[in-house]
Nanobody, 123 residues
Framework: VQLQASGGGLVQAGGSLRLSCAASGSFFGINDMAWYRRAPGKQRELVASITKDGDTNYAESVKGRFTISRDNAKNTVNLLMNSLKPEDTAVYYC??????????????????WGQGTLVTVSS
């Protein structure tokens, strides 16, 4: 399974960016999808997550500014980031709980990660 993320870049404070991530490979479904980030000198943190039914969860620091969405038919997850702040500067990683079947046909969930995309917000 591969997760390909795109959409990072340099933006001024107050601006917007849209991150996209597409899952490809051999699997039959995806449970939760999410975006994480790791800022310089800090630990990785959850930014936002979305269930396959569309229920969302956001970090307090991004509530009201970021919106996560997904397209189950296309196996994609997006993150629309508005009102960006310098403290949003980080490498952003997409994550997906991918479903495969084992040798006995039993569904098994695998935690898959994208390669990361850099978001830099200048003040």
């Amino acid at each position: 399974v591969q997760l390909q993320a795109s959409g990072g870049g340099l933006v001024q404070a107050g601006g917007s960016l849209r991150l996209s991530c597409a899952a490809s490979g051999s699997f039959f479904g995806i449970n939760d999808m999410a975006w994480y980030r790791r800022a310089p000198g800090k630990q990785r943190e959850l930014v936002a997550s979305i269930t396959k039914d569309g229920d969302t969860n956001y970090a307090e620091s991004v509530k009201g500014r970021f919106t996560i969405s997904r397209d189950n038919a296309k196996n994609t997850v997006n993150l629309l980031m508005n009102s960006l702040k310098p403290e949003d500067t980080a490498v952003y990683y997409c994550n997906a709980e991918v479903l495969k079947r084992d040798a006995y046909g039993i569904p098994v969930e695998y935690d898959s990660w994208g390669q990361g995309t850099l978001v830099t917000v200048s003040s």
